[in-house]
């Protein structure tokens, strides 16, 4: 799987440490799943119901809860993970849900940005719900307290708390697209989308945090490593910035003086449309890396600054072509419709979240515990959730090691639409050990 995530969490990390110094399923890998969604026995081979002894488990309810920072100052939705999770419940139990149980995501506790540990400690003390997703939050500071009591856990991965060491694995943290962050990594997509725009002199900024500046130091080894080659190279950085700055004048005036033609931010959108209007009106011909941007609000309203810019996420887009869009994203987009949930990445997010969930949950059996779901996602080499990622190995790296090869789908912005740089596949993969940057497609 890509790396996108650890890119993202230069950028919300960044501006959340800033605002906390202020105060403010179907798939199934390589494995073999039951098949309750083809209207088989959910139950045993025999028919016989098994009853389970397990925290949120009844005999007609699988009851889960959720943590999302609704409440943040970012603007960032992080609620609608919810409406992911709730649209592939719906859609499970519809078909007769998972070993004779509905699917319930009783709640969606609200950490209010700065709580999360207080409220994931509340959801361990009370041991009611047998697993904890979505979890999509600013910071992930009660992530232990999931480790220590073995909670299968799912969530959006921009925090390094789901990062595991082969001293602590941390097992039962399960990320949408993989756990491992490799935060200050060189990355592909900085060198590869400034290749791919004709782009050679980069401009960085950052806010002055170690989230963010990680982030920019990320981005700077993608250029050291894979730009050369093709002229690229860093002419112009800023590491320095406040987070809610509203004055990019001076920075955009020395990019421009150094020809600075690609502008890499570890920011939020809000900073990119500052330095995008700012570009505008000093006439800086530029583009901009916008690893944060699978926002389709954002471009109905600002899509005109950001023409030809660069935009990458982890997952299938809404924009994969008819032809070759994966089962899982044609579920998503018709059961977000029959639920009446709102389609954002994070929605997307909490949908993968449930995929998993559930593929796990099938294939531990009618005697299912958590630990036996957490060992079946951990058996699994090549999870795709049906077609919608080019593929995660949870047995062997995704607790503990990079992606290898990096994959993402890489968009660019026309007319302030997306539309996918590749027709030869959805994900664009490269080999992150080899020295030059040769894509292959899934």
Avoid at 201 to 212: F, R, W
Avoid at 219 to 243: H, M, N, P
Avoid at 351 to 357: G, H, M, P, S, T
Wanted: charge should be negative.
């Amino acid at each position: 799987m890509g790396e996108v995530h650890m890119l993202k969490v230069g950028i919300v990390l960044g501006t959340t440490a800033l605002l906390a110094l202020v105060g403010c399923g179907n798939s199934t890998g390589d494995t073999t799943a039951t098949t309750e969604a083809d209207g088989g026995d959910t139950s045993t081979e025999s028919g016989e119901f098994v009853a389970v002894d397990a925290p949120g488990v009844t005999d007609t309810e699988i009851r889960v809860e959720g943590v999302t920072a609704s409440t943040n100052p970012l603007g960032i939705p992080a609620d609608t993970a919810g409406d992911g999770v709730n649209a592939y419940f719906e859609m499970v139990n519809s078909e007769g849900g998972v070993h004779g149980r509905d699917l319930v995501l009783s709640e969606v506790h609200d950490d209010q940005l700065a709580n999360n540990s207080a409220v994931i400690k509340g959801i361990v003390d009370a041991d009611s719900a047998f697993a904890v997703l979505p979890i999509a939050t600013m910071l992930f500071t009660g992530a232990d307290q999931l480790v220590d009591a073995n909670v299968p856990s799912f969530g959006w991965t921009i925090n390094p708390e789901w990062e595991g060491t082969e001293e602590n694995p941390k097992l039962n943290l399960f990320g949408q697209a993989g756990s491992f962050l490799c935060l200050g990594c060189a990355v592909p997509a900085p060198a590869f989308t400034a290749d791919l725009g004709s782009r050679s002199k980069i401009g960085l900024l950052s806010y002055s945090v170690p989230q963010s500046t990680q982030c920019l130091e990320s981005w700077q080894k993608s250029i050291d490593r894979w730009g050369e080659d093709s002229g690229i190279e860093v002419v112009f950085e800023d590491a320095s910035l406040t987070y809610g700055t509203t004055d990019l004048s001076v920075q955009v005036k020395k990019m421009a003086d150094a020809g600075v033609d690609m502008a890499m931010t570890c920011m939020d959108n809000n900073a990119s449309v500052t330095l995008a209007k700012e570009m505008k009106k000093q006439d800086l011909d530029a583009i901009q890396f916008l690893p944060n941007a699978y926002d389709h609000e954002l471009m109905d309203e600002f899509g005109d600054l950001f023409e030809d810019s660069y935009v990458m996420i982890s997952f299938a887009p809404l924009e994969t072509p008819e032809d070759s869009k994966p089962k899982g994203l044609e579920n998503f987009e018709e059961w977000m419709d029959k639920t009446g949930g709102e389609i954002t990445e994070n929605s997307m997010v909490g949908w993968l979240n449930a995929d998993l969930f559930v593929t796990g949950l099938r294939d531990a059996g009618p005697d299912f515990s958590r630990q036996s779901v957490i060992d079946a996602i951990n058996s699994y080499e090549d999870y795709n959730a049906e077609g919608m990622l080019p593929g995660v190995n949870w047995k062997e790296r995704a607790h503990t090691e990079r992606s290898q090869p990096d994959c993402n789908s890489y968009m660019i912005i026309k007319d302030g639409e997306f539309e996918l740089v590749s027709s030869e596949g959805t994900f664009t993969c490269f080999d992150v050990e080899a020295d030059t940057l040769e894509p292959s497609y899934q």
